[in-house]
């Protein structure tokens, strides 16, 4: 079945410093993908929709300069979280669908520690 | 904008025991229902899901039925095992602006801790 893959799965960082996550759909090809974040037994927040080649959409309330997201090919998109502080400690999630009504796949997601 | 609500935060019962878990939802168009279930370190992963009014989505014993009347898609089980213990996330698809994709709306979660 379809795969998609998050790497890291896990990373830490210093605060000030920027991390990048990367968000691969393995055996399709992947118009669209969303990033979310979740904090420790809540539930699953959208940050940002992605469109391969265009500019992200950022939901209410996500800063797009501290979230930079990337998605500059059908199988790849990036999310770099710029200048981390502690508060940014999170896990995140990203999804990936070929669109319309194809099916939503998960990766495993990406803990990040920022001290 | 649409809304996933699920009233309990976790449900405790015993292996063999039947399950109800809550879950209501708002929206102003016709979306797809989702149940996604959650293990520890991992993505959510889809369980099963209805793509529109009275349809049942069906998976390893369990089963929702979208019902429009009610706007709800609770989650139903005749004998939970402990392997079923996770968590549970009910969701509905929300056309994205600017998007061919829907975007999912998740509900906050429920626990399921099965006892032995």
């Known amino acids: 079945g379809a795969v998609v893959s998050q790497h890291p799965s896990w990373v830490i960082c210093k605060s000030g410093t920027s991390v990048k996550i990367e968000c691969r759909s393995l055996?399709?090809?992947?118009?669209?993908m969303f990033w979310y974040r979740q904090f420790p037994k809540q539930s699953l927040m959208l940050m940002a929709t992605?469109?391969?080649?265009?500019?992200?959409?950022?939901e209410q309330g996500v800063e797009k300069d501290k979230f930079l997201i990337n998605h500059a090919s059908l199988t790849l998109s990036t999310l770099t979280v710029t200048s981390a502080h502690p508060e940014d400690s999170s896990f995140y999630i990203c999804?990936?669908?070929?669109?319309?009504?194809?099916?939503?796949?998960f990766g495993n997601g990406t803990r990040l520690t920022v001290t | 904008g649409d809304s996933v609500v699920q009233t309990e935060g976790q449900v405790l019962p015993s292996e063999g025991d039947s399950l109800i878990v809550n879950c209501s939802y708002e929206t102003t168009q016709y979306p797809s229902l989702f149940w996604y279930v959650q293990y520890p370190g991992e993505g959510p992963q889809l369980h099963l899901k209805a793509m529109k009014a009275n349809d049942k989505g069906r998976n390893k014993g369990f089963e929702a039925m979208y019902r429009k009347e009610t706007t709800s898609f609770h989650l139903e089980k005749d004998s939970v095992q402990e392997s079923d213990s996770a968590v549970y996330f009910c969701?509905?698809?929300?056309?994205?602006?600017?998007?061919?994709?829907?975007?999912?709306?998740f509900g906050s979660g429920t626990r399921l801790s099965i006892r032995p």
């Open positions: 969701a509905l698809s929300e056309t994205s602006l600017g998007s061919s994709a829907s975007k999912i709306i």
């Open positions: 999804s990936a669908t070929q669109g319309g009504n194809s099916p939503l796949h």
């Open positions: 055996d399709f090809q992947a118009t669209t």
């Open positions: 992605s469109n391969e080649g265009s500019k992200a959409t950022y």
